[in-house]
């Protein structure tokens, strides 16, 4: 009775491995193209989307891809003052962004998270300071720390950028954007109709 019983099981999920395999693999596909897509759009718009990423706030942050994020972040150390580089996707110890101001070498690992960060990201940065012979390393996030990362950031001098210090980063830097000159016709479209130029 048992033998018969477990045919049609075994016929029942073999129908529907056959009918939702297709269907995950079609929304995986598509789920790529997009963000093909949205990459090639970024790379594509160049300094106009690193201008308009600092138009974004926090919730639309929220909505980035990683990559995004490090753009983000690289444009706004930029405007703050830095020089702003970002590493390599892949084998980058530890480090999204490497900043550069008077002598100073800072490592920055960027978090773009619905979650709160863990201590494994101190460590990470901790080690890519080493590393890359940095004088300070950051952990910047749109998120919030985990305690077990506070208190490690604490020992090991770890500087921690929150989504509130970040909002508040962000606010000063877009308050001076305004000082920057202009210096092409696209520019000035980009300020004049930033909706133009949406991601």
Not at 16 to 42: C, D, G
Not at 133 to 148: E, H, I, L, M
Not at 169 to 185: C, F, P, R, S
Request: glycine residues 4%.
């Amino acid at each position: 009775m048992t033998k018969g019983t477990n045919i049609p099981k075994r016929l029942i999920f073999i129908l529907l491995f056959i009918f939702f395999l297709p269907l995950i693999i079609v929304v995986w596909v598509f789920k790529n193209i997009i963000k093909m897509i949205r990459k090639n759009k970024w790379r594509k718009n160049g300094d106009i989307g690193k201008k308009l990423l600092l138009n974004s706030d926090i919730t639309k942050v929220d909505l980035m891809e990683g990559y995004e994020f490090e753009e983000y972040l690289r444009a706004l150390f930029f405007y703050a003052g830095y020089d702003a580089k970002v590493t390599q996707r892949s084998k980058d110890f530890g480090a999204d962004l490497i900043l550069e101001k008077n002598n100073q070498v800072i490592v920055v690992q960027a978090k773009r998270y619905n979650k709160t960060v863990g201590a494994r990201s101190v460590q990470e940065v901790y080690s890519a300071k080493e590393h890359y012979k940095a004088t300070d390393c950051s952990v910047v996030t749109n998120s919030y720390f985990s305690p077990q990362a506070e208190q490690l950031a604490k020992e090991l001098g770890v500087m921690l950028v929150d989504r509130d210090e970040l909002m508040e980063m962000w606010k000063q830097v877009t308050a001076t954007i305004g000082d920057i000159e202009i210096d092409t016709d696209i520019d000035k479209d980009f300020y004049n109709n930033p909706n133009k130029f949406a991601i």
